[in-house]
């Protein structure tokens, strides 16, 4: 049987996949917005980079924290303010258009906020749940799923609004998720205070304590290193699909949200697959060859490049990189220790440390040669990345 804490899990999950399917709608429209704007994949790259910032600087902090006080309290907070200042935003702009500056300013507050949240909501979830009935890699799949769930029909319901609705109700639309998401939280029951917290040691004291817990563990230490250069590669879609659609294959912003849509549900049939079965045995293994069949895929874009094959294309990439995301988070579940958790989860958000580089460099790979053969590229960045990851001690990860 699921445990009885397991509503708590489910008034999360559904709060966040309400957000998280706002979000989506808002961020997607915001990519489009900005290339019709700009004609830059470099200005796109440029927003991406600012959006990464403050995941570098807070991260760390934010993990700290999150040992330390009331998870509950704490992301309701945020989530509260996210609403607030997106609606005073979304209001303010039905009277003036909207900047570039604008959205470079928004997208860095934005960011910030969500580097806070992230890292705790993250380890509040196996506080919700009774181990020895619901396993952690299935619990990794479903809060994965929630997600895609969420996120599988908003690509294609953005790109048919983007011609409808304009900017400021795009951003009114997140802050309506935002505030659902706080009012979902608010019903889950869970006490939120770390077992092992000493008050009389600081914040840094604490964050020393997880870097090294964090470099001696090797199976968490290998998985996230890995992520962190895959992460480089990976971006590169973020930067140029927009462009390759808009610009290479002159098509609708349609297209663009068919093939997103069709990445995640790829990422969702993954999810499930993982969420229904459980998988207990060389899960080191899975990940590293799921990671490389994932860059591989993202190799072919380049070469196949017409509608049908593009989003033929990203539905395996969206399936091979759900197992990827569910064993990393399955690591970072099951082996931190809890009062470690928070901070293990805030550190290995900063895998995401080179990710900003990866903005950049892509969008120049895409506004100086094609934006199809950056994509291309940084499919033998990943393979490369897969292959080490055989010769490391993440593969004995069962």
Not at 32 to 42: D, K
Not at 95 to 106: A, D, K
Not at 301 to 311: A, I
Request: with cysteine; net charge positive.
């Amino acid at each position: 049987m699921i445990s009885k804490k397991l509503p708590s899990v489910v008034y999360l999950w559904i709060g966040q996949g309400i957000s998280s399917f706002a979000t989506s709608i808002y961020t997607l429209a915001l990519a489009w917005y900005v290339i019709e704007l700009t004609s830059s994949p470099l200005q796109m790259g440029t927003l991406l980079f600012i959006a990464m910032i403050p995941r570098i600087i807070l991260s760390f902090i934010s993990g700290a924290i999150g040992d330390r006080v009331s998870k509950k309290k704490f992301i309701i907070t945020i989530d509260l303010l996210r609403f607030t200042i997106a609606a005073i935003w979304s209001i303010s702009l039905f009277s003036r258009p909207v900047s570039l500056t604008e959205i470079y300013i928004f997208t860095f507050i934005f960011s910030a906020m969500s580097s806070f949240y992230h890292p705790i909501y993250n380890s509040m979830i196996p506080d919700l749940l009774d181990k020895s009935n619901l396993k952690l890699t299935q619990a990794a799949s479903i809060n994965e799923m929630v997600f895609k769930i969420s996120m599988i029909t908003s690509p294609a319901i953005s790109g048919l609004l983007v011609g409808f609705i304009s900017f400021e109700q795009f951003i009114l639309l997140n802050a309506s998720g935002f505030l659902l998401a706080a009012l979902f939280t608010s019903l889950i029951k869970h006490k939120g205070k770390a077992k092992l917290y000493d008050s009389n040691k600081s914040i840094i004291f604490d964050l020393k304590k997880g870097i090294n817990y964090f470099v001696n563990n090797k199976i968490i230490f290998w998985s996230v290193i890995l992520i962190t250069f895959a992460n480089i590669a990976v971006v590169s879609y973020n930067v140029n699909l927009a462009n390759l659609i808009q610009h290479e294959m002159e098509s609708t912003p349609s297209l663009y949200g068919l093939v997103l849509t069709l990445f995640s549900i790829g990422s969702f049939l993954g999810f499930l697959f993982l969420s229904i079965f459980k998988v207990e045995n060389y899960r080191g293994y899975i990940y590293i060859c799921s990671l490389l069949l994932a860059g591989i895929s993202f190799v072919t874009v380049g070469v196949f490049l017409n509608p049908f094959s593009l989003m033929l294309t990203f539905f395996c990439i969206g399936l091979f990189f759900a197992v990827v995301s569910t064993i990393s988070t399955t690591i970072l579940f099951e082996v931190p220790s809890e009062d470690y958790r928070a901070r293990i989860f805030g550190i290995a958000s900063v895998s995401s440390l080179l990710s900003p580089l990866g903005y950049l460099l892509w969008g120049f790979v895409g506004e100086s040669v094609s934006s199809s053969f950056a994509i291309s590229s940084s499919g033998i960045i990943i393979i490369f990345v897969a292959i080490i990851g055989f010769f490391t001690s993440l593969s004995k990860f069962k």
